[in-house]
């Protein structure tokens, strides 16, 4: 029955289409409008809607002429919206979801496909690029890109041909405004709120000449934290600076190079709960705003036990912190050439810095991190006779360097590694003009992928009793291990935060845990405490690995223009992750993903230029996803294992409807349907953190003296894939005497329940939410200067961002902002 349900979703879409192809026949044969960089919400005398011009299919057009699945956002609705972060994206994009779990780290999902990051060697599968440059990493983009924007790009589904690294789930483009020639202005932004809430932005734009400009922006951005731990606060500055010459027409070459510092407490969440032994759920008790780190969250902490020493767990042992620096330096060359267009992109990015945090309940993880990313694109671009073509080819090399401990108290991994990855490609797409109305698409890119891991990860873990197969007694386990003396706070150490194996026998055999004459030695070994009452188990594993990847992705399309201002395409096209290592004991490597993506399509605009009605349908198939969650190795020790998934089927449709009834008045609407399931999942994994809510067999073999059970997901929906999406807009423009207009927003969005995390138990399953953000603006009509102000999460309810089972035990949430509100003023000279 949901299989029909979904399948009649599907046909109801390409009906659609085919109503919108039959309608514009019968529109006038009007002249298609001229694109132009606009906002939806244009000035009360202009009667039709705006234009915002994409560069996705790397040449300028209007998003109403691009044949793609894609959604563009104006830099300027950002800052009337106050987006200064990714995870606001989701309010003008229905089908993206951004999140992070702590540190620097961020995940991307768009329509279920995407990862949770935990480690920064886990390339993202909906790619991001700053200013042209795609990046190995998330968080250098969504640290430091939201200010001073022409706009934001989202494309849906795999890139395969035109993008600088393959993307299985899409690309988010983040384009700041460039430099103007023969213009000297300067504009700001300024907005103050609760929670002591600072945004200031401002650009300065010279002529330096009549062929050369430069451009100069920065921002400093501050909040005080949502959370009572001070967590989840805002902390960033940045500076951007450009430089465009361009002598003639036919030659350009812009400089840019970029800063971003971002501070504070950072991400934050709150306990849901606990499991007991027995996995039943007990409530902690705390709202969305508690944090970790308070004194109510620590005296709750402090009565859980935690395996495998099934002692009480101490407070939390510092206060979370984040310190990272973002910079980089780039260049575009443009140059007209008898053969075409030639464009050149080289491009350098560095990110640093350490960062304190709890993830899931740790007490506490520390990472330290340094990565390092060259990139070249060359493109050709041009036409010859009925076809136009874009080639090129594509240099990608990336060094990671990182330290790192997630203490647990009584297990503490310690990881150190290096990471390398040297990626190349060569590409090209045709498009042939059949006719002047019928276009034919097909492209391929070949892409070979290398990477390189030389590392080293130790657990330190502490039992109860004794080591899984080691000297008797084995593991104790409540409520045995209380008459064995565990949960007594003398009985078994906690770990501090340490990062190597030697200071952590030194710090053991100081206090007296362990004999005074153990020695760290470079293999695995076993520790008697000198209480008696459990052993010390140190793993040591090391990778030393490489490998190589190397695919052959496609697309073939064809548009139709059935009228000036309706377009038709349809598509088929493929995406490819590369595989990789990671430090997991006993599982070393994870294999590539693969993605399959059709697609059927409508762009139209009605009723001179006062109503746009766009279509979509799509099917994707999903194979082999690249999934994280925490299993067990063979000895029996927690690791967080990258694991390929099987199988899975995406399919909906969106429906994209902005209507201009009258000047002044814009009102939009954005529908994305979705059926996002598993068609093959299985995870593995064993006692005691054998919590995952799907029907379980017994695989026959052990981890840490355990049966190995085989839990069957199949059927279970992907994480972050609402079966709706609804995002609404209005605004009205209302003329204040002869040079003012007052102009009001109301915005409002809704999500249908999704899950968050791979265990899909009850906690993980994020309900179904309204969000509500409104605005009042007093502006000067020609766009010199406004003043208003605006509330953002009206409904005041902190939305789950982020699940997470911990595991030691504990259930614990990321949420979403709380209602903010403040005043903006915004001018330009």
């Known amino acids: ?344 992109i080289p491009a350098y990015r560095k990110s640093s810095g350490e960062s304190y945090f709890y993830g899931p309940a740790f007490n506490t993880a520390y990472a330290n991190e340094t990565d390092n990313q060259f990139s070249l694109e060359t493109r050709l671009s041009g036409s010859k006779g009925m076809v136009d073509y874009v080639l090129g080819g594509f240099f990608f090399d990336e060094k990671i360097k ?144 490489q490998g190589s990847y190397s695919r052959v992705t496609w697309k073939g399309a064809v548009e139709f223009d059935v009228g000036p201002r309706s377009l038709l395409y349809a598509s088929a096209e493929s995406g490819y992750r590369a595989g990789g290592f990671q430090l997991a004991e006993g599982r070393p490597s994870y294999k590539p993903e693969f993605i399959t993506a059709y697609t059927i399509g409508s762009k139209n605009r009605f009723f001179d230029n006062r109503v746009q009605l766009n279509l979509e349908g799509f099917l994707w198939k999903y194979k082999d996803q690249q999934i994280t969650y925490f299993t067990y190795d063979t000895s029996g020790t927690v690791i967080n294992s990258n694991e390929n998934a099987g199988r899975s089927t995406i399919k909906g449709f969106d429906i994209d409807a902005m209507v201009r009834p009258f000047a002044g008045t814009t009102l939009t609407g954005k529908v994305q349907y979705l059926d996002a399931k598993y068609n093959d999942l299985h995870l593995y994994t064993a006692a005691p953190r054998d919590n995952i809510g799907c029907p379980y067999t017994y695989t026959g073999a052990s981890a840490g003296g355990a049966p190995v059970k085989d839990f069957n997901c199949s059927g279970k929906p992907l994480l972050f894939a609402p079966k709706w999406t609804v995002n609404l807009g209005a605004e009205q423009v209302v003329p204040v005497g002869q040079e003012l207009e007052l102009v009001g927003n109301v915005n409002t969005a809704w999500r249908a329940d999704q899950w968050g995390a791979f265990e899909y138990l009850d906690f993980e399953h994020i309900r179904a939410y309204w969000t509500t953000d409104l605005a009042l603006t007093l502006r000067k009509a020609d766009g010199g200067w406004s003043l208003g102000g605006f509330v953002s999460n009206l409904e005041n309810k902190r939305r789950v961002a982020m699940p997470q089972l911990s595991p030691i035990g504990m259930a614990v949430s990321h949420y979403g902002a709380p209602r903010t509100y403040g005043v903006r003023f915004s001018a330009n000279f």
Request: aromatic share 8%.
């Open 402 to 545: 990182s330290v790192s401990e997630y203490n647990q108290e009584f297990v503490l991994p310690i990881q150190s590694y290096t990471h390398k990855t040297t990626s190349w490609a060569l590409f090209g797409q045709l498009t042939a003009h059949v006719t002047d109305r019928l276009r034919l698409v097909g492209g391929a890119r070949y892409t070979h992928d290398h990477k390189d891991m030389n590392g080293m990860i130790n657990n330190f873990i502490t039992f109860c009793g004794g080591a899984p197969d080691g000297v008797a007694p084995e593991l104790i386990t409540p409520p045995a291990s209380f008459a064995y003396g565990c949960a007594s706070p003398s009985a078994l150490p906690r770990y501090p935060n340490l990062l190597s194996t030697g200071a952590t026998v030194d710090w053991l055999k100081s206090n007296g845990w362990i004999s005074s004459s153990a020695t760290d030695q470079a293999n695995v070994q076993l520790f008697d405490l000198t209480t008696g009452k459990g052993q010390i188990l140190k793993t040591y594993n090391p990778v030393v690995a």
């Open 1 to 344: 029955m949901t299989k029909m349900r979904a399948c009649a979703g599907f046909s109801v879409s390409v009906l659609a289409l085919a109503v919108a192809a039959t309608a514009a026949r019968a529109q006038d044969a009007a002249q298609p409008v001229a694109p132009q960089q606009a906002t939806q919400g244009a000035a009360s005398g202009d009667t039709g809607l705006g234009e915002i011009v994409v560069t996705a299919q790397r040449k300028s057009e209007s998003i109403q002429k691009a044949a793609i699945a894609i959604d563009a956002v104006s830099g300027n609705d950002l800052m009337q919206r106050g987006v200064t972060n990714a995870q606001d994206i989701t309010k003008q994009v229905p089908a993206i979801s951004v999140t992070n779990g702590g540190g620097s780290n961020t995940s991307i999902f768009l329509r279920g496909v995407g990862n949770v990051t935990n480690s920064s060697y886990n390339d993202p599968a909906v790619t991001p690029s700053y200013d042209g440059v795609v990046l190995g990493r998330a968080a250098g983009a969504f640290s430091a890109a939201f200010y001073d924007l022409q706009r934001v790009e989202v494309l849906k589904g795999p890139q395969g041909i035109l993008y600088g690294r393959n993307a299985t789930g899409g690309a988010v483009n983040i384009i700041p405004a460039r430099p103007e020639l023969g213009k000297n202005g300067m504009g700001f932004n300024l907005s103050y709120g609760n929670y002591d809430a600072v945004n200031v932005d401002g650009h300065v734009n010279l002529a330096l000449g009549d062929s050369t400009a430069l451009r100069v922006a920065g921002t400093r951005q501050y909040h005080k934290g949502y959370n009572r731990d001070g967590s989840d606060d805002l902390d960033r500055s940045g500076v951007r600076a450009q430089l465009l010459f361009e002598p003639s027409s036919d030659f350009s070459l812009r400089l840019g190079a970029d800063w971003t510092k971002v501070g504070g407490v950072g991400t934050g969440s709150s306990y849901v709960g606990s499991f007991d032994p027995s996995y039943n759920f007990i409530p902690a008790g705390f709202d969305t705003s508690e944090g970790l780190n308070t004194k109510a969250a620590n005296a709750w902490r402090q009565q859980q036990l935690a395996a495998p020493g099934f002692g009480f767990l101490n407070a939390m042992n510092r206060q979370q912190s984040i310190d990272f620096t973002y910079w980089g330096v780039n260049a575009e060359l443009n140059w007209n050439t008898g053969l075409g267009k030639l464009t050149i």
